[in-house]
Each structure stands twice: as structure tokens, then as C-alpha cells.
């Protein structure tokens, strides 16, 4: 059985850095009106694991989440 990764964002700690879309557009976005974070697609392809992956990491509030089930 094989893993599904998501990712989800708390905009309530999101502060519009842009550093997911820097790492990992067009998996993420930022919206047009607050220039906060828009996930593009929850779940995560193997492909693209290592670039959201960064994306989360660089996120200076800790907004974004990967979770694994």
C-alpha cells in the first residue's frame, strides 16, 4: 500500500511571503485580492514531492502542512 501525500495552508498564518510559489508554482498560487496562499491541488504527485517539500520548508510562518496517510 502506497502513501498519499496532502498539503494543506492555515491562511491564518499565512502573511503572503510567496516563498511556496518561488519553490513549487503551480502547485501553489497566491491570491489575487489578500496575496495569500492558494494549493493548487491538495494532493501530491511523486514528482512533484521535492519541490512542495521545499515549498513547506521555506515558508517563514509555517503555513503549510504535508500530511502523510
Known amino acids: 500500500m502506497s502513501s498519499v ?4 495552508a492555515d ?5 503572503g511571503a510567496g516563498q511556496c510559489v518561488a519553490n513549487a508554482a503551480p502547485a501553489f498560487a497566491q491570491d489575487d485580492d489578500t496575496g495569500l496562499v492558494v494549493v493548487n491541488q491538495d494532493l501530491v504527485a511523486a514528482s512533484e514531492l521535492e519541490a512542495i517539500e521545499n515549498a513547506v520548508y521555506a ?11
Open 11 to 15: 491562511l491564518n498564518k499565512c502573511i
Open 5 to 8: 501525500v496532502r498539503v494543506e
Open 59 to 69: 515558508c517563514p510562518t509555517r503555513a503549510l502542512t504535508l500530511i502523510i496517510e
